[in-house]
């Protein structure tokens, strides 16, 4: 097989592409990288998702965010809600395409969920700019200090604020 002049030049052009985007990848997903912020819709995503595994919040407090994510705004509890976990991370696989399982750090507990539950969260941190990384037939996407204020008063006023989530992308 022979390749014209032009040809290797895009041949060339595109492993360059790859190359510099493969970096990018790499230097977002490092454990250095700048801290993140999500608002709006996908910082209470991120709070719904977490917030019935968390040790750390009431029942009342995981009912209102359950509830805040279901889209019923006028909930009963008033009180900002912070939502915390110190790592997530998120493994699906592209060889063995049933796997699918987070690991969620509160802590020193840890609770690993797998199936819907973890598509839920994995979805949700690549709608938040989580980068996946890729390894031998996984994609994993990890994050850490995760910390998100959920407002239900401000929500109530239906003008896209009340929802706050700050974290480190990478482990």
């Given at each position: 097989?022979?390749?014209?002049?032009?040809?290797?030049?895009?041949?060339?052009?595109?492993?360059?592409?790859?190359?510099?985007?493969?970096?990018?990848?790499?230097?977002?997903?490092?454990?250095?990288?700048?801290?993140?912020?999500?608002?709006?819709?996908?910082?209470?995503?991120?709070?719904?998702?977490?917030?019935?595994?968390?040790?750390?919040?009431?029942?009342?407090?995981?009912?209102?965010?359950?509830?805040l994510f279901a889209g019923t705004s006028d909930v009963p509890y008033k009180k900002p809600?912070?939502v915390t976990a110190d790592r997530i991370v998120c493994r699906t696989g592209n060889i063995?395409?049933?796997?699918?399982?987070?690991?969620?750090?509160?802590?020193?507990?840890?609770?690993?969920?797998?199936?819907?539950?973890?598509?839920?969260?994995?979805?949700?941190?690549?709608?938040?700019?989580?980068?996946?990384?890729?390894?031998?037939?996984?994609?994993?996407?990890?994050?850490?200090?995760?910390?998100?204020?959920?407002d239900p008063n401000a929500i109530r006023r239906k003008d896209g604020s009340g929802a706050?989530?700050?974290?480190?992308?990478?482990?």
């Amino acid at each position: 097989m022979t390749f014209t002049t032009r040809s290797r030049s895009r041949i060339r052009a595109c492993i360059v592409a790859t190359l510099v985007l493969a970096g990018a990848f790499n230097a977002t997903g490092a454990s250095g990288a700048t801290p993140a912020k999500a608002t709006g819709s996908t910082a209470l995503a991120l709070a719904g998702v977490i917030a019935p595994l968390s040790p750390n919040l009431t029942g009342a407090e995981r009912k209102a965010v359950a509830m805040l994510f279901a889209g019923t705004s006028d909930v009963p509890y008033k009180k900002p809600i912070v939502v915390t976990a110190d790592r997530i991370v998120c493994r699906t696989g592209n060889i063995d395409i049933t796997l699918r399982n987070c690991e969620v750090t509160f802590g020193k507990k840890s609770r690993t969920v797998n199936g819907s539950t973890a598509n839920e969260i994995f979805a949700t941190e690549a709608l938040a700019g989580i980068p996946p990384d890729g390894a031998a037939g996984s994609n994993f996407e990890s994050l850490s200090k995760l910390s998100c204020t959920i407002d239900p008063n401000a929500i109530r006023r239906k003008d896209g604020s009340g929802a706050d989530c700050t974290f480190q992308p990478g482990n």
